[in-house]
């Protein structure tokens, strides 16, 4: 069964709904939830206001990830969080930019591994 479960999280409805559906999820077979924002360019309209201020594309950048940034870690200080940390015997962390690419990328590495050794990757 699932023991690691990856979703997609931005600003929209259908995110909350399956944010909601992943954490039923990851309750019902014990697994670890992760919880994944990109932070899209901004649209091509920007280069008309980067032209007469160019410091704004990227502070309106900043400000989004400083937001989903601070949203994390919220949730890793609530109860139901650390409760269920608690309950499942999971380890708490909160990684974001470099060691959230770090992980991932090692991460990766460990599950080719792992596909290979068990064939389950096609030579």
Do not use: C, W
Not at 28 to 51: C, D, K
């Amino acid at each position: 069964m699932f023991k690691k479960i990856a979703v997609a999280f931005d600003e929209s409805p259908e995110a909350e709904h399956a944010f909601r559906s992943a954490l039923d999820l990851a309750r019902l077979v014990a697994g670890e939830l992760y919880l994944i924002t990109v932070i899209e360019n901004q649209p091509a309209y920007m280069s008309y206001v980067s032209a007469v201020a160019p410091e704004v594309p990227l502070l309106l950048k900043n400000q989004k990830q400083a937001f989903y940034e601070d949203l994390f870690q919220k949730v890793t200080q609530t109860s139901e969080y650390k409760d269920y940390m608690e309950k499942q015997a999971l380890k708490p962390i909160f990684l974001t930019g470099k060691d959230m690419l770090k992980f991932l990328e090692e991460d990766d590495k460990l599950n080719t591994s792992l596909m290979n050794e068990a064939g389950f990757v096609a030579k």
